[in-house]
């Protein structure tokens, strides 16, 4: 099977879902959903690198990700990321996006990931 879901799309819905539970958004946190759909057999998602850290993985991508972020002005801090809300409202446009134009494919990966995509349509907590 070839990539339907990009990377980036999965880092979206890290920040949403971590945000939601009012935890920090870390890049090991983000990276580390990467080698969760890997240890799954989810071929569905483009690839990221990982290396292993101390505290399990790190990704270069998923830090360009971050700063791709606050570089745009969508957050305050780096890290951990505070996202600022238009930055909140472009990673649900993104997962949206997805889950619009590859919904099986968004599926499989929510399940594993343990997303809601409820998640997408409800603001998220401050």
């Known amino acids: 099977m070839t990539a339907e879901i990009s990377p980036e799309t999965v880092m979206a819905c890290g920040i949403i879902a971590i945000r939601n539970a009012n935890k920090t958004i870390r890049i090991e946190d983000v990276s580390a959903l990467f080698d969760t759909l890997h240890q799954r057999g989810v071929e569905e998602v483009g690839r990221v690198a990982l290396r292993r850290i101390p505290s399990g993985f790190y990704s270069e991508d998923v830090e360009a990700f971050f700063g791709r972020l606050l570089a745009g002005g969508f957050a305050d801090a780096f890290s951990p990321l505070a996202v600022k809300e238009e930055g909140m409202q472009l990673c649900r446009e993104m997962v949206n996006e997805e889950m619009e134009s590859h919904p099986e494919a968004f599926r499989k990966v929510a399940e ?7 998640l997408v349509s409800s603001p998220a907590p401050r």
Do not use: E, K
Request: proline share 14%; aromatic share 14%.
């Open 112 to 118: 594993v990931l343990g997303f809601d995509p409820s």
